[in-house]
């Protein structure tokens, strides 16, 4: 409150030195400008009288006006003649500077008071740093930009947007959905098809399904190599059963894997796993559509598309009969199920899975907490 009030102090004083001209007084140099304009008025009077009285002639006596006319305005012209109009306003200029002094001042103060906030605390530069944005609830940043795409659903750029932020906070199904929305209105890029793809088997629970394989094969068409697609289908191989395929694969890309790469160790985990699966004597024979069905699967139609992705959950489903201590595979199945529908399936592969790993405690709780998460109980 008491800085506002200098404030208002501060601009009255600003106001009166600026309209102190306007209430100073004539100078000599004014009286003296005055004075020359009293003499010129008197010649003209004397001239005018001589000509009424006819001593000079009226020719001389215009000549004699016209002179002193002349001097008359080159005497205003100068900074005394100036000063003397200006001694000749009107005296209460003094009221009028004083009075707009006060009047401005009262203005400010009356249009804060108004409009301003004299209690409002002080804001450090910490906290503008840390906005309301910044600490609004991730939720909330997310439900507003829902909204503006439940009103604008071809916003590609809003779609691009929240599509990363779903897949961060495991909202797998979201964001495989918002991916593939950018890619469809902004056109499929490398980064957008990946983007789908992975949300598209983390949402399967690792299984890369037929939509994520399509979208892989798509990204080495667009850049040839890309060591995580070709990854992403050397694993779909391993789930298809194809293990000798897969493993040729695996090996390929690790070859091709600069030394610094730190998904390396990944690549030499699966050649492992699958080199000691065929080594237990698994048969390599594939459950999976062949690779003249994957080339043809963009023809297909969504239930013929359906059928071939129930077909390769059936797949695992067989393999899992002969190896039930594959705790992954059980993972992979019961999830796949309840993505499909097949909520019953989904049941009783839980149950197959709990009784083929009965006694390994760490397996039991990973299903319990997979059966949780899907709505099939504990």
């Known amino acids: 409150m008491l800085l506002w009030v200098i404030f208002a102090l501060m601009t009255s004083v600003v106001l009166i030195a600026v309209l102190a001209p306007l209430s100073r007084p004539a100078t000599r140099a004014d009286d003296a400008g005055a004075g020359a304009l009293e003499v010129y008025r008197d010649q003209l009077a004397e001239v005018e009288a001589e000509r009424a009285g006819g001593l000079v002639e009226t020719a001389e006596a215009d000549a004699a006006r016209v002179e002193i006319s002349r001097r008359l305005l080159a005497s205003a012209a100068t900074p005394e003649g100036t000063a003397g109009a200006a001694a000749r306003m009107p005296q209460h200029r003094t009221s009028l500077a004083i009075a707009a002094a006060v009047l401005v001042t009262l203005s400010s103060m009356a249009l804060y008071l108004v409009y301003g906030q004299p209690n409002m605390p002080s804001f450090p530069a910490a906290d503008r740093q840390s906005g309301p944005l910044t600490d609004a609830p991730v939720g909330q940043l997310i439900a507003k930009v829902e909204a503006r795409l439940r009103a604008e659903p071809r916003d590609g750029d809003g779609w691009a947007v929240i599509a990363p932020i779903y897949f961060k906070l495991g909202r797998y199904r979201d964001a495989a959905n918002a991916y593939a929305h950018a890619a469809e209105i902004k056109g499929e890029t490398v980064d957008r098809l990946a983007g789908f793809a992975d949300a598209t088997v983390f949402s399967a629970d690792g299984i890369v399904t037929e939509d994520a394989r399509l979208a892989y094969q798509k990204i080495l068409k667009l850049a040839p190599g890309q060591p995580q697609a070709r990854f992403w289908l050397a694993l779909a191989r391993e789930q298809d059963g194809q ?54 699967a963009q023809q297909l139609s969504d239930e013929q598309r359906a059928q071939m992705i129930a077909g390769m959950v059936d797949g695992l489903a067989r393999r899992l009969e002969r190896d039930g201590k594959d705790l992954p595979g059980w993972l992979r199945l019961v999830n796949a199920y309840a993505v499909l529908g097949r909520e019953s399936d989904a049941r009783a592969a839980l149950a197959n899975a709990r009784k083929q790993l009965g006694g390994d405690d760490k397996a039991m709780a990973e299903l319990s907490a997979l059966a949780q998460r899907l709505g099939l109980g504990s």
């Open 243 to 296: 293990l000798n395929e897969a493993l040729t694969e695996y090996k390929a890309i690790l070859a091709a894997a600069p030394a610094e790469a730190s998904w390396r160790s990944s690549i030499e985990q699966r050649i492992a796993e699958v080199s000691r699966r065929q080594s237990g004597g698994e048969k390599d024979t594939p459950r999976g559509p062949t690779a003249q069905d994957v080339a043809a």
